[in-house]
């Protein structure tokens, strides 16, 4: 005779990130070595390689930016879905039965297993998890099914939804933001305004895909996408749509630096607490 099942916690807050959090201390240290980069190089060594900073990185950028998703048209229709991670957060876009794009916390409310583990796919009414079986319903993420728990007194499925995430859609393009308040999606206006006339939600079919996995920190990825000396020697195809302050980033000298160097071009987009 088995004793009864215990029940999960249904505490109504989105699943914790795991990671350091950052501390006073840490953020005045890297304060201290943002200062030594000289303008237009590129930044000290450790904001490449240093795993605090990295977890600050995913703290203070990605788990509260608006971050490109996947295109509607990846999942046309009803049960198809892409998962993707998001640092710590796996999460699963899906549509309903009513045509509409949801995203969820691809993690089951039983004890935490992974729902949906292939990058895409289509499903008929629910998603299912497959350690215990748990199912959810793909139009609000509600559980439809709890093994060994239906009839439990004192268990109440509504307490038991997948979390949901706020995802915004504009011009074809899903984005989700997986902060507990999410700002305000403000960059989906210009995204229509350009590419509503391509009618990308409805006309456009994915037609080859191919995923590119780079062992590097993204910051160093970013770089070298947006420099346009690799545009005119390995893309030269490609059009001019650098910055002109692009063109001349350098690699940090690794001799002693002097001088005042200013961070001031940092500042548009680095946290507040590493630009001040
Ligand atoms: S972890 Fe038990 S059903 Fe998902």
């Known amino acids: ?8 916690s249904a505490t109504p807050s989105a699943p914790p ?8 201390d840490s953020l005045s240290r890297w304060s201290g070595e943002l200062a ?3 303008p237009n190089h590129g930044l000290p060594g450790s904001f490449y390689n240093d795993p605090d900073l990295y977890q600050i990185d ?8 608006w971050v490109f998703a996947g295109h509607d048209a990846e999942i046309l229709e009803a049960g198809e879905y892409i998962t993707i991670q998001l640092g710590a957060y796996p999460i699963i876009l899906i ?8 995203a969820f916390h691809n993690v089951c409310r039983h004890r935490g297993f992974k729902i949906c583990d292939a990058p895409k796919g289509k499903v008929k009414r629910r998603l299912a998890c497959p350690y215990h079986q748990w199912t ?3 139009n609000d993420g509600s559980l439809s099914f709890a093994r060994d728990f239906n009839k439990e007194e004192g268990f109440s499925k509504e307490h038991y939804s997948l979390k949901p995430v706020a995802l915004e859609r504009a011009g074809g393009y899903m984005f989700i933001n997986v902060a507990e308040e999410p700002r305000p999606f403000t960059e989906g206006g210009a995204l229509d305004r350009y590419l509503a006339p ?6 456009a079919k994915v037609a080859h895909q191919t995923n590119h996995v780079l062992k590097g920190n993204w910051k160093m990825v970013w770089e070298n996408n947006r420099q346009r000396t690799n545009a005119c020697c390995k893309h030269a195809s490609k059009p001019n749509t650098h910055r002109p302050n692009h063109n001349t980033t350098l690699a940090q000298p690794t001799a002693k630096l002097t001088g005042s160097p200013t961070t001031s071009s940092l500042s548009d987009f680095l946290p507040s607490f590493l630009s001040a």
């Open 136 to 138: 959810y319903d793909i």
């Open 58 to 65: 995913l703290e203070a950028i990605w788990y509260k930016e």
């Open 36 to 38: 030594t980069r000289l």
């Open 17 to 24: 990130a795991p990671g350091v959090p950052a501390t006073s």
């Open 198 to 203: 391509f009618q990308l939600e409805k006309q």
């Open 95 to 102: 549509r309903g039965r009513d045509g509409e794009v949801r």
């Open 1 to 8: 005779m088995f004793p009864p099942p215990t029940f999960p």
